[in-house]
């Protein structure tokens, strides 16, 4: 077992709607997921939803829960004097990364709301979080992470960040724009949890472009190439519902993604490539 690569796969968006909790309550209870990203901030992160899933770590205690940090619409935040907003309700995307970019936003408040997000979600879960994400990648926006990097040295210093930038050969990553992109904002998130003293996995993967007609199945296997020991893939799994499709466009690869991981064959997916779930 010792030549075996142990991975952190993670599943995004836990509280999203019932049939994403669903889909992820099943994989982990497979053993085929180890981590799960919560959002507190989502409808469907209710206290019975959380007491769900923490009942599965309490029989598994390598599965890590961590927090989703959530700063993008259509979510309202956790935090009253959060700004800005539209319609009190966080800023879309495209907008909260270019706002990040040109030194727009305010780090004291990024701060003030990932406080109130750790303090729901200890609330709702009994324990503080394993690590810290964050939806659609908040997490490693220029001043975004250096918040959340000082937050989590005052109230989670034993808990790790996750980076997203990529292992793969730069051949392999050229034309993805998006991951590109993450890659470059990674290496300065790397360099400051140096200097916080936070830790952080040494690769990632699982990004690909969801407006596509993409095939996981070979995706997958590409995933797993070149990721080293403790590396982390984030994935989506989900059953589509009502509540999903009016909050997020990922829908039915959601589906896709959950049969895949719920598959007789995954298991032997991962043996091949000498990877292990640990």
């Known amino acids: ?3 075996l690569r142990r991975i952190v796969l993670c599943a995004d968006d836990y509280g999203m709607s019932p049939g994403v ?10 053993g085929r997921l180890n981590a799960a990203s919560a959002m507190v901030v989502a409808p469907s992160l209710t206290v019975s939803e959380a ?9 598994r205690p390598s599965l890590q829960i961590g927090l989703h940090f959530t700063l993008t619409a259509p979510f309202r935040p956790s935090s009253e004097a959060y700004t800005p907003l539209q319609d009190s309700a966080f ?12 030194g727009r936003l305010h780090r004291d ?61 730069l051949a392999a990553r050229i034309g993805d724009r998006k991951g590109m992109l993450l890659d470059v904002m990674s ?7 140096l200097e916080a003293g936070i830790a952080f996995n040494p690769g990632f993967a699982g990004s690909y472009d969801f407006n596509s007609d993409p095939d996981f199945a070979v995706l997958f ?3 797993l190439n070149a990721l080293p020991d403790r590396g982390v893939i984030m994935c989506h799994p989900g ?17 896709r993604e959950y049969a895949y991981f719920a598959a007789d064959a995954f298991p032997d997916i991962l043996q091949t490539h000498r990877v292990t779930l640990s």
């Open 91 to 102: 800023l879309s995307l495209p907008t909260t990364l270019g706002s990040a970019l040109v």
């Open 221 to 223: 296997p590409k995933f």
């Open 109 to 169: 408040r990024i701060a003030h709301e990932l406080r109130a997000q750790i303090a729901a979600f200890s609330t709702l879960f009994g324990f503080l979080p394993d690590y810290v994400d964050g939806h659609q990648h908040v997490q490693v926006f220029p001043q975004v992470r250096d918040a959340v990097l000082s937050v989590m040295r005052e109230t989670l210093p034993d808990a790790w960040i996750r980076q997203c930038g990529r292992v793969s050969p």
């Open 187 to 193: 290496k300065g998130a790397r360099k400051r949890a």
């Open 1 to 3: 077992m010792s030549d």
């Open 51 to 59: 007491t769900a899933l923490a009942s599965l770590k309490r029989d």
């Open 21 to 30: 909790n669903a889909a992820i309550r099943d994989l982990v209870a497979r």
């Open 239 to 255: 059953f589509v519902d009502d509540e999903l499709k009016a909050l997020d466009p990922l829908t039915e690869l959601r589906e």
